[in-house]
């Protein structure tokens, strides 16, 4: 063998010692790359939302996945380092708080009571309740033309109420599991509208190629964050986020993420609102 083959040997044997013991120390860039290695970011979105997260063929699209791109991308992501997960209403605390997801961008609104459990950046978007109506009916104008009418909302959700309690008390509520169901109540003429935030309305409404529409005089104000794990490094995770969406802003990508998703509506988020400041968790 000859001092230079000797040494090739030396070398690989070394190298091979050192990686194992970075291994067992826990240093990532050892074996293959997985979302434990850090180098995919794992973000929540909702999967049956059309406009804002919509799974689609094994796509996603709508604004919070346009959001949540550009957010990744401002991290230095790629698209094909970011694994996308359903992040259902009820799990969303949970998927933070146990590492399923590194950030929630699925219409999550910032609610002291949520701040109790986990962190939020933003807010990247201020939606209002709203109705949406058949695009043909001019009844409806607001929420206080309810009365006597049959409204849907999702099970679980406090916008249906709402309208009764502050509006329209004589109005008829129906719910059902999801918001796909609500428009397909409205489209058969089964309701007479559709309550929860404006955008989602939006998303449906330009899903429904003319067919329905959205009535336009929001009456609530919701904060849309995206959701962090609540730890020691949080506030600098946020003032990133915080960033991205800033310039994701001032760049027009927010506004042509919105017009994209809301197509064909003539939806206009409320400009006494929109863009908001990101500064929430700095």
Known sequence: MTQRTTMRTLLRKGLAALCALACAAGVAACGSSSADDGDVIKVGIKFDQPGLGFKKSGTYEGFDVDVARYIANQLGYTDSQIVFKEAPSKQREAMLQNGDVDMILATYSITDERKKAVDFAGPYFVAGQDLMVRANDDSIKGPQDLNGKRLCSVTGSTSAKVVKEKF??????????????????????????????????????????????????????????????????????????????EDMEKTGEWERAIESATEGTGYKPNPKYNPPKPDEGE
């Open 168 to 245: 329209a008390k004589e109005v008829q509520l129906m719910e059902q599991p999801g918001y796909a169901e609500c428009a397909t109540a409205l489209l058969s003429g089964i309701v007479d509208a559709v309550t929860t935030d404006d955008i989602i309305l939006a998303g449906l409404a330009s899903a429904s190629r003319g067919k329905l529409k959205v009535v336009g005089k929001p009456f609530t104000e919701e904060y849309y964050g995206v959701g962090i794990k609540k730890d020691a490094d949080s506030k600098e995770f946020a003032t990133k986020i915080n960033a991205a969406i």
